[in-house]
Protein backbone atom coordinates (compact mmCIF):
# COMPACT_ATOMS: atom_id res chain seq x y z
CA UNK A 1 0.00 0.00 0.00
CA UNK A 2 2.91 2.40 0.85
CA UNK A 3 4.54 1.74 -2.18
CA UNK A 4 1.17 2.68 -4.35
CA UNK A 5 0.82 5.38 -2.61
CA UNK A 6 4.77 6.74 -3.30
CA UNK A 7 4.34 5.84 -7.11
CA UNK A 8 0.82 8.21 -6.55
CA UNK A 9 3.04 10.68 -5.22
CA UNK A 10 6.05 10.92 -7.76
CA UNK A 11 3.69 10.46 -10.43
CA UNK A 12 1.31 13.36 -9.21
CA UNK A 13 4.50 15.62 -8.13
CA UNK A 14 7.13 15.01 -10.81
CA UNK A 15 5.04 13.55 -13.91
CA UNK A 16 2.43 16.50 -13.50
CA UNK A 17 3.73 19.14 -11.55
CA UNK A 18 7.39 19.20 -13.46
CA UNK A 19 6.53 17.44 -16.41
CA UNK A 20 3.46 20.13 -17.07
CA UNK A 21 6.46 23.14 -17.65
CA UNK A 22 8.60 20.87 -19.90
CA UNK A 23 5.72 20.22 -22.36
CA UNK A 24 4.76 23.71 -22.00
CA UNK A 25 8.16 24.52 -23.40
CA UNK A 26 8.31 22.04 -26.07
CA UNK A 27 4.87 23.29 -27.42
CA UNK A 28 5.94 26.55 -27.79
CA UNK A 29 8.78 25.74 -29.28
CA UNK A 30 6.88 23.34 -31.91
CA UNK A 31 4.48 26.83 -32.60
CA UNK A 32 7.60 29.25 -32.87
CA UNK A 33 9.31 26.51 -35.43
CA UNK A 34 6.31 25.99 -37.58
CA UNK A 35 5.22 29.81 -38.10
CA UNK A 36 5.30 31.62 -41.26
CA UNK A 37 3.94 34.31 -43.24
CA UNK A 38 0.53 35.77 -41.28
CA UNK A 39 0.54 32.72 -39.29
CA UNK A 40 3.64 33.19 -37.36
CA UNK A 41 2.12 36.42 -35.16
CA UNK A 42 -0.63 34.15 -34.23
CA UNK A 43 1.36 31.23 -33.17
CA UNK A 44 3.71 33.40 -30.78
CA UNK A 45 0.57 34.12 -28.92
CA UNK A 46 -0.93 31.04 -28.54
CA UNK A 47 2.55 29.83 -27.11
CA UNK A 48 2.94 32.50 -24.90
CA UNK A 49 -1.04 32.09 -23.63
CA UNK A 50 0.02 27.88 -23.61
CA UNK A 51 3.35 28.63 -21.58
CA UNK A 52 1.42 31.16 -18.83
CA UNK A 53 -1.68 28.81 -18.45
CA UNK A 54 0.71 25.73 -17.24
CA UNK A 55 2.91 28.11 -15.21
CA UNK A 56 -0.57 28.92 -13.61
CA UNK A 57 -1.66 25.28 -12.89
CA UNK A 58 2.15 24.68 -11.36
CA UNK A 59 2.13 27.62 -9.45
CA UNK A 60 -1.02 27.50 -7.77
CA UNK A 61 -1.53 23.69 -7.58
CA UNK A 62 2.06 22.25 -7.38
CA UNK A 63 4.37 24.35 -5.22
CA UNK A 64 6.27 21.55 -4.23
CA UNK A 65 6.12 18.75 -1.57
CA UNK A 66 6.50 18.24 1.87
CA UNK A 67 6.03 14.71 3.76
CA UNK A 68 2.59 13.70 3.68
CA UNK A 69 1.52 17.11 2.44
CA UNK A 70 1.51 19.57 -0.48
CA UNK A 71 4.25 22.58 -0.04
CA UNK A 72 0.63 25.19 -0.02
CA UNK A 73 2.94 27.72 1.32
CA UNK A 74 5.46 27.43 -1.14
CA UNK A 75 7.98 28.22 1.17
CA UNK A 76 11.83 26.55 1.61
CA UNK A 77 11.36 26.33 5.74
CA UNK A 78 9.57 22.82 5.57
CA UNK A 79 8.61 23.30 9.09
CA UNK A 80 6.41 26.20 8.58
CA UNK A 81 5.22 24.49 5.70
CA UNK A 82 3.72 21.59 7.78
CA UNK A 83 2.89 24.17 10.66
CA UNK A 84 0.26 26.13 8.17
CA UNK A 85 -1.90 23.05 6.58
CA UNK A 86 -2.87 21.68 10.03
CA UNK A 87 -6.18 22.35 10.90
CA UNK A 88 -5.41 22.66 14.76
CA UNK A 89 -4.72 24.95 16.82
CA UNK A 90 -0.78 24.20 16.52
CA UNK A 91 -1.43 26.28 13.32
CA UNK A 92 -1.07 29.89 14.41
CA UNK A 93 -3.36 30.59 11.01
CA UNK A 94 -5.71 28.17 12.45
CA UNK A 95 -5.45 30.04 15.92
CA UNK A 96 -6.28 33.40 14.01
CA UNK A 97 -8.70 32.29 11.82
CA UNK A 98 -7.12 32.12 8.68
CA UNK A 99 -8.22 28.67 7.78
CA UNK A 100 -11.06 27.36 6.72
CA UNK A 101 -13.24 25.09 8.66
CA UNK A 102 -15.45 21.94 7.51
CA UNK A 103 -13.78 22.69 3.79
CA UNK A 104 -14.44 19.95 1.53
CA UNK A 105 -12.08 18.54 -1.08
CA UNK A 106 -13.16 18.56 -4.77
CA UNK A 107 -12.38 17.78 -8.33
CA UNK A 108 -9.39 20.88 -7.79
CA UNK A 109 -7.30 20.37 -4.63
CA UNK A 110 -7.95 23.88 -3.60
CA UNK A 111 -6.26 25.32 -0.60
CA UNK A 112 -7.79 25.87 2.73
CA UNK A 113 -5.55 28.80 3.70
CA UNK A 114 -7.91 31.29 2.87
CA UNK A 115 -5.60 34.27 0.80
CA UNK A 116 -4.23 30.97 -1.54
CA UNK A 117 -8.12 30.13 -1.86
CA UNK A 118 -9.56 33.46 -3.17
CA UNK A 119 -5.92 33.69 -5.37
CA UNK A 120 -6.21 30.37 -6.87
CA UNK A 121 -10.23 31.00 -7.68
CA UNK A 122 -8.91 34.21 -9.33
CA UNK A 123 -5.86 31.69 -11.03
CA UNK A 124 -9.15 30.01 -12.33
CA UNK A 125 -10.93 32.77 -14.01
CA UNK A 126 -6.94 33.57 -15.95
CA UNK A 127 -7.00 30.06 -16.72
CA UNK A 128 -10.30 30.26 -18.36
CA UNK A 129 -9.89 33.77 -20.36
CA UNK A 130 -6.14 32.00 -21.82
CA UNK A 131 -7.61 28.86 -22.91
CA UNK A 132 -10.82 30.68 -24.72
CA UNK A 133 -7.61 33.13 -26.06
CA UNK A 134 -5.48 29.68 -27.27
CA UNK A 135 -9.26 28.68 -28.90
CA UNK A 136 -10.00 32.13 -30.40
CA UNK A 137 -6.38 32.44 -31.93
CA UNK A 138 -6.08 29.11 -33.05
CA UNK A 139 -8.88 29.65 -35.52
CA UNK A 140 -6.52 32.90 -36.97
CA UNK A 141 -3.88 29.72 -37.23
CA UNK A 142 -5.71 27.77 -39.17
CA UNK A 143 -7.65 30.64 -41.73
CA UNK A 144 -3.87 32.52 -42.05
CA UNK A 145 -4.99 35.44 -41.43
CA UNK A 146 -3.45 38.41 -38.98
CA UNK A 147 -4.90 38.78 -35.46
CA UNK A 148 -7.01 41.44 -34.51
CA UNK A 149 -6.07 44.50 -32.70
CA UNK A 150 -8.74 43.94 -30.00
CA UNK A 151 -7.52 40.18 -29.31
CA UNK A 152 -3.39 42.12 -29.13
CA UNK A 153 -5.13 44.17 -26.36
CA UNK A 154 -6.97 41.81 -24.48
CA UNK A 155 -4.14 39.29 -24.60
CA UNK A 156 -1.64 41.98 -23.03
CA UNK A 157 -4.18 42.45 -20.52
CA UNK A 158 -4.77 38.89 -19.39
CA UNK A 159 -0.94 38.35 -19.32
CA UNK A 160 -0.76 41.55 -17.03
CA UNK A 161 -3.26 40.12 -14.82
CA UNK A 162 -1.61 36.95 -14.54
CA UNK A 163 1.66 38.45 -13.79
CA UNK A 164 -0.13 40.61 -10.86
CA UNK A 165 -1.77 37.15 -9.44
CA UNK A 166 1.94 35.84 -9.04
CA UNK A 167 2.87 38.76 -7.38
CA UNK A 168 0.35 38.46 -4.96
CA UNK A 169 0.75 35.19 -4.58
CA UNK A 170 4.58 35.24 -3.50
CA UNK A 171 3.57 38.17 -1.28
CA UNK A 172 0.78 36.45 0.85
CA UNK A 173 2.57 33.16 0.91
CA UNK A 174 5.13 35.37 3.15
CA UNK A 175 3.04 37.17 5.02
CA UNK A 176 1.01 34.27 6.39
CA UNK A 177 5.18 32.74 6.74
CA UNK A 178 5.73 36.15 8.48
CA UNK A 179 2.89 35.25 10.47
CA UNK A 180 3.97 31.56 11.35
CA UNK A 181 7.54 33.12 12.17
CA UNK A 182 6.28 36.08 14.24
CA UNK A 183 4.15 33.71 16.50
CA UNK A 184 7.11 31.41 17.30
CA UNK A 185 9.52 34.29 18.28
CA UNK A 186 6.79 35.49 20.50
CA UNK A 187 6.21 32.16 22.01
CA UNK A 188 9.83 31.35 22.58
CA UNK A 189 11.05 34.95 24.08
CA UNK A 190 10.92 33.92 27.76
CA UNK A 191 12.82 31.09 26.76
CA UNK A 192 15.57 33.12 25.69
CA UNK A 193 16.09 34.60 28.97
CA UNK A 194 18.52 33.92 31.48
CA UNK A 195 16.75 33.85 35.72
CA UNK A 196 13.99 31.24 34.10
CA UNK A 197 15.39 28.37 36.24
CA UNK A 198 16.00 30.66 39.58
CA UNK A 199 15.55 28.68 42.61
CA UNK A 200 12.64 29.59 44.47
CA UNK A 201 12.13 31.11 48.06
CA UNK A 202 8.72 30.66 48.41
CA UNK A 203 7.61 27.46 50.65
CA UNK A 204 5.37 25.53 48.07
CA UNK A 205 4.48 22.07 47.84
CA UNK A 206 5.64 19.65 45.88
CA UNK A 207 4.80 15.75 45.66
CA UNK A 208 7.50 12.52 46.90
CA UNK A 209 7.38 9.58 45.01
CA UNK A 210 9.30 6.44 45.06
CA UNK A 211 10.63 4.56 42.79
CA UNK A 212 12.52 1.11 42.12
CA UNK A 213 14.31 1.13 38.75
CA UNK A 214 14.58 5.04 36.14
CA UNK A 215 16.97 5.59 33.33
CA UNK A 216 17.08 8.92 31.70
CA UNK A 217 17.25 6.81 27.90
CA UNK A 218 13.91 5.67 28.62
CA UNK A 219 12.08 8.86 29.50
CA UNK A 220 14.00 9.99 26.19
CA UNK A 221 11.96 6.81 24.46
CA UNK A 222 8.74 7.58 25.91
CA UNK A 223 9.02 10.95 25.27
CA UNK A 224 9.51 10.09 20.94
CA UNK A 225 6.87 7.61 21.55
CA UNK A 226 4.11 9.92 23.44
CA UNK A 227 4.79 13.02 20.91
CA UNK A 228 5.97 14.16 17.53
CA UNK A 229 9.46 14.06 17.12
CA UNK A 230 10.86 18.22 16.30
CA UNK A 231 14.63 17.78 17.23
CA UNK A 232 17.16 16.90 19.85
CA UNK A 233 20.49 18.02 21.57
CA UNK A 234 22.45 16.26 23.46
CA UNK A 235 25.99 17.40 25.43
CA UNK A 236 28.48 16.42 28.04
CA UNK A 237 30.07 19.09 30.66
CA UNK A 238 32.95 19.33 32.04
CA UNK A 239 32.79 15.65 34.30
CA UNK A 240 31.49 12.46 32.14
CA UNK A 241 28.66 12.14 34.81
CA UNK A 242 27.35 15.68 33.64
CA UNK A 243 25.25 14.85 31.18
CA UNK A 244 22.60 17.68 29.12
CA UNK A 245 19.89 16.19 27.09
CA UNK A 246 16.87 18.59 25.57
CA UNK A 247 14.21 16.98 23.53
CA UNK A 248 11.10 19.33 21.24
CA UNK A 249 8.33 17.45 20.17
CA UNK A 250 4.76 18.19 18.90
CA UNK A 251 1.60 17.11 21.39
CA UNK A 252 -1.10 16.78 18.73
CA UNK A 253 -3.69 16.02 21.13
CA UNK A 254 -3.59 18.84 23.32
CA UNK A 255 -1.81 21.04 20.63
CA UNK A 256 1.11 22.16 22.15
CA UNK A 257 4.88 22.14 21.90
CA UNK A 258 6.55 19.87 24.24
CA UNK A 259 10.30 20.87 25.89
CA UNK A 260 11.81 18.19 27.67
CA UNK A 261 15.74 19.06 29.53
CA UNK A 262 17.16 16.11 31.28
CA UNK A 263 20.56 17.03 33.55
CA UNK A 264 22.48 14.21 34.96
CA UNK A 265 24.85 15.24 37.98
CA UNK A 266 26.34 14.11 41.38
CA UNK A 267 25.35 17.03 42.61
CA UNK A 268 23.22 19.73 41.50
CA UNK A 269 25.13 23.07 42.44
CA UNK A 270 23.89 26.64 41.37
CA UNK A 271 26.73 26.93 38.49
CA UNK A 272 25.13 24.16 36.69
CA UNK A 273 21.68 26.02 36.46
CA UNK A 274 23.71 29.24 34.62
CA UNK A 275 25.51 26.18 31.81
CA UNK A 276 21.82 24.78 31.53
CA UNK A 277 20.17 27.74 30.89
CA UNK A 278 22.70 29.01 28.66
CA UNK A 279 22.46 25.37 26.39
CA UNK A 280 18.75 25.95 26.31
CA UNK A 281 19.11 29.44 25.51
CA UNK A 282 21.88 28.89 22.51
CA UNK A 283 19.58 25.48 21.43
CA UNK A 284 16.59 27.72 21.23
CA UNK A 285 18.58 30.94 19.05
CA UNK A 286 19.57 28.12 16.66
CA UNK A 287 16.27 26.50 16.15
CA UNK A 288 14.07 29.33 16.00
CA UNK A 289 16.54 30.79 13.41
CA UNK A 290 16.42 28.20 11.22
CA UNK A 291 12.89 27.47 11.63
CA UNK A 292 12.33 23.94 12.84
CA UNK A 293 10.14 24.64 15.90
CA UNK A 294 6.29 24.58 16.25
CA UNK A 295 4.74 28.13 16.69
CA UNK A 296 2.63 26.55 19.64
CA UNK A 297 1.94 27.10 23.46
CA UNK A 298 4.69 25.56 25.51
CA UNK A 299 4.88 22.56 28.09
CA UNK A 300 8.20 22.58 29.33
CA UNK A 301 9.72 20.22 31.83
CA UNK A 302 12.94 20.05 33.10
CA UNK A 303 14.24 16.91 34.86
CA UNK A 304 16.97 16.81 37.27
CA UNK A 305 19.12 13.53 38.19
CA UNK A 306 21.12 13.49 41.06
CA UNK A 307 22.84 10.86 43.12
CA UNK A 308 22.07 12.99 46.35
CA UNK A 309 19.72 16.11 47.05
CA UNK A 310 21.36 19.43 48.03
CA UNK A 311 19.99 22.67 48.80
CA UNK A 312 19.40 24.30 44.96
CA UNK A 313 17.30 21.37 44.50
CA UNK A 314 14.94 21.90 46.79
CA UNK A 315 14.40 25.39 46.57
CA UNK A 316 14.48 24.49 42.57
CA UNK A 317 11.24 22.13 43.85
CA UNK A 318 10.08 25.07 45.95
CA UNK A 319 9.77 27.28 42.87
CA UNK A 320 6.91 24.93 41.44
CA UNK A 321 5.30 25.29 38.63
CA UNK A 322 5.52 28.26 36.92
CA UNK A 323 2.71 29.72 34.25
CA UNK A 324 3.59 32.61 32.16
CA UNK A 325 1.85 33.45 28.65
CA UNK A 326 1.63 30.20 26.28
CA UNK A 327 4.34 28.69 28.81
CA UNK A 328 4.34 26.67 31.42
CA UNK A 329 7.39 25.29 33.27
CA UNK A 330 7.57 22.18 35.42
CA UNK A 331 9.93 21.26 37.71
CA UNK A 332 11.08 17.50 38.61
CA UNK A 333 14.11 15.99 40.46
CA UNK A 334 14.98 12.21 40.74
CA UNK A 335 17.47 11.28 43.67
CA UNK A 336 19.06 8.49 43.12
CA UNK A 337 20.25 7.60 46.51
CA UNK A 338 16.53 7.64 48.12
CA UNK A 339 14.70 6.26 45.20
CA UNK A 340 12.47 9.89 45.35
CA UNK A 341 10.76 11.48 42.66
CA UNK A 342 10.04 15.05 43.52
CA UNK A 343 7.18 16.94 41.17
CA UNK A 344 7.03 20.74 41.70
CA UNK A 345 3.82 21.74 42.77
CA UNK A 346 1.48 24.65 43.76
CA UNK A 347 -0.50 25.63 47.17
CA UNK A 348 -4.01 25.03 45.41
CA UNK A 349 -4.13 22.38 42.93
CA UNK A 350 -6.48 22.61 40.02
CA UNK A 351 -7.66 20.45 37.15
CA UNK A 352 -4.90 21.86 34.56
CA UNK A 353 -2.02 21.13 37.17
CA UNK A 354 -2.80 17.65 37.78
CA UNK A 355 -3.35 16.37 34.10
CA UNK A 356 0.02 17.95 33.50
CA UNK A 357 1.68 15.75 36.30
CA UNK A 358 -0.04 12.82 35.14
CA UNK A 359 1.55 13.35 31.94
CA UNK A 360 4.75 13.53 33.65
CA UNK A 361 3.68 10.57 35.43
CA UNK A 362 3.52 8.87 32.04
CA UNK A 363 6.03 10.19 30.73
CA UNK A 364 8.23 8.51 33.46
CA UNK A 365 6.72 5.43 33.62
CA UNK A 366 5.16 5.51 37.24
CA UNK A 367 1.89 4.78 38.43
CA UNK A 368 -0.67 6.01 39.46
CA UNK A 369 -1.71 7.63 36.36
CA UNK A 370 -5.18 8.44 37.07
CA UNK A 371 -5.63 11.91 38.35
CA UNK A 372 -8.08 11.62 41.15
CA UNK A 373 -5.46 9.35 42.89
CA UNK A 374 -2.66 11.71 43.19
Not at 91 to 114: A, Q, T, V
Not at 283 to 306: D, E, L, M, Q, V
Amino acid sequence: MNHKKKLGDYINVHVIALGIVYLSVFVALCFAGRSYGAEKHVSFWIAINYLVLMLNIKFYWFPGRVPDRYNELGLKSEKDNQIGVQENFINPLYRNGSIMHNKKCGFIRMSKIKGIYFLQIQALIQIVLLFSLILCEFLFVQRNINIPFVIIVANKGILIYAFIGYALLIGVRAYYHYLIDRERKRIFRPLQEKGFLKPGTEAVKYDILIFKYFSENDTIKNFYRLYNYVDYFEMTMEQESERLSICIGEDMCCFNTRILVQFCTHKLQLKHIEKIENAIQNFIKKGIKNKRFPAAPIFFTYIFYADVASKILTELMCKGISYQKDIIILPVAIIKSSHSIYIGGELKEDAVYKNLKNDILKLLEIIPLESDLI
